[in-house]
C-alpha cells in the first residue's frame, strides 16, 4: 500500500529533534559566553524545529514502534523506559519553547538565564539517554 514500511518511519524521524534541541543548547551557551544576539536567534529556530521534530518523533514513535515493540505498556520507573525518557524530554523542550515564546524568542533576563540553560542542559541530557534506550530497543547498541 505504502512504498515504505510504517516501523521504519520512526528512525527516519527521530535524528532532526535529537540534533536540533541539542544544538539549540549549544547555541543558547553560545550567545551568553560570546554575548551575541545572532546564536540566540539561532537557539530559538533550532528550538522552535526541534519541538516540532520531537512531537512528530512522539508521534511516530507511537504509531509504529510502540505497536511493534510495545515498550509503553509499562512507562515507569521514568528513566528505565525509552518512551516515558523522551516524552519527558519533549515536555520540557516545550516549556523552554513556550519560556522563550513568551520572552519574545529571546533568553531570560540575567538571573533567570543560567536558570534557563541549565533546564536546557538537563533535557538534552534526558534527550541523549532516551536515545540510548532507543537504540538499545532496537538492538542497535
Avoid at 22 to 36: A, G
Avoid at 65 to 76: K, T
Avoid at 89 to 100: C, E, H, K, P, Q
Wanted: hydrophobic share 50%.
Amino acid at each position: 500500500m505504502y512504498p515504505w514500511q510504517l516501523d521504519s518511519v520512526h528512525p527516519l524521524i527521530i535524528h532532526f529533534p535529537i540534533s536540533l534541541l541539542s544544538v539549540s543548547v549549544l547555541f543558547d551557551f553560545l550567545s551568553v559566553v560570546f554575548r551575541k544576539e545572532s546564536l540566540s536567534h539561532a537557539g530559538w529556530w533550532c528550538l522552535l524545529f526541534g519541538v516540532v521534530g520531537a512531537f512528530a518523533s512522539v508521534l511516530s514513535g507511537f504509531t509504529s514502534d510502540a505497536l511493534l515493540f510495545g515498550h509503553m505498556e509499562n512507562p515507569f520507573p521514568i528513566f528505565e523506559t525509552h518512551g516515558s525518557t523522551l516524552l519527558l524530554a519533549t515536555v520540557v523542550f516545550t516549556g523552554l519553547l513556550i519560556w522563550r515564546w513568551t520572552n519574545k524568542c529571546q533568553l531570560t533576563s540575567e538571573s533567570l538565564k543560567y536558570i534557563y540553560l541549565a533546564i536546557g542542559t538537563l533535557a538534552t541530557g534526558c534527550l541523549f539517554y532516551g536515545a540510548h534506550l532507543g537504540a538499545q530497543l532496537a538492538s542497535r547498541f
